[in-house]
């Protein structure tokens, strides 16, 4: 099946420093995704973003298709920032369904 | 407002003692997802619906049943929960671009 790498594995960040997560993945894919999961467990949907470069706020993603990687920007990180951020991609031939990866554990310090 | 629904957020059973979860939604979307998420892992797909069309994941134990009523709500049994199965159970369906939108989880206890 299709392999999907995060890194790095956690970061810590000081409030205010900007910072870049980055997802690798070993098959072409239909769609790729970035989540963030705040401490109590909820999976928000930052970006679908098969290809291209897509802003909202302070967030922003970028995912090179034809290289198989996606980036995900972190400007002005706050203490809400915190959580986990999946990346996930679709697989192809499935209904939507996703195959995560293993996620960068993000702590943003005041 | 929400679009995905989990009741309850906290649910404590007994070792052995069936319990069910429940998931709705406003999407109106003919795909639902059932996940289970475990500690510091990433969600681990069990099933999925397209309509009533059950789909369950090659690996995914015996010990966990769904139903779905009808478009909007959509079930999770687990007949004999053991102490493994103490996890985060999340609810998913999909938006207009096929994005997946998650419900906020029910956080399973196993005593």
């Known amino acids: 099946g299709i392999q999907v790498e995060q890194s790095p594995p956690d970061l810590i960040l000081q409030e205010g420093a900007n910072s870049t997560l980055r997802c690798n993945f070993s098959d072409s894919v239909n769609n790729l995704q970035w989540f963030h999961q705040n401490p109590w467990g909820q999976l928000i949907n930052l970006f679908y973003i098969p290809s291209g470069t897509k802003q909202n706020g302070r967030l922003s993603a970028t995912t090179v298709a034809t290289e198989r990687y996606s980036l995900l920007y972190i400007s002005s990180s706050q203490t809400t920032d915190s959580g986990v951020y999946f990346c996930?991609?679709?697989?192809?031939?499935?209904?939507?369904?996703?195959?995560f990866g293993a996620g960068t554990q993000v702590v943003v310090t005041p | 407002d929400a679009m995905v629904i989990q009741n309850p957020r906290y649910q404590v059973t007994q070792f052995g003692k069936p319990v069910t979860l429940s998931c709705s939604q406003t999407l109106n979307h003919n795909v639902m997802y059932w996940y289970q998420q475990k500690s510091s892992q990433a969600p681990k797909l069990l099933f999925h619906y397209y309509d009533k069309d059950f789909n369950n994941e090659a690996d995914t134990p015996d010990n966990f049943q769904s139903r779905r009523p009808n478009t909007s709500f959509c079930f999770l049994d687990i007949r004999s929960p053991g102490l493994g199965d103490a996890a985060m159970y999340l609810c998913a369906t999909l938006g207009s671009y096929n994005e997946q939108f998650f419900g906020p989880g029910t956080r399973l206890t196993v005593l």
């Open positions: 996930a991609v679709e697989v192809t031939d499935s209904w939507g369904k996703l195959q």
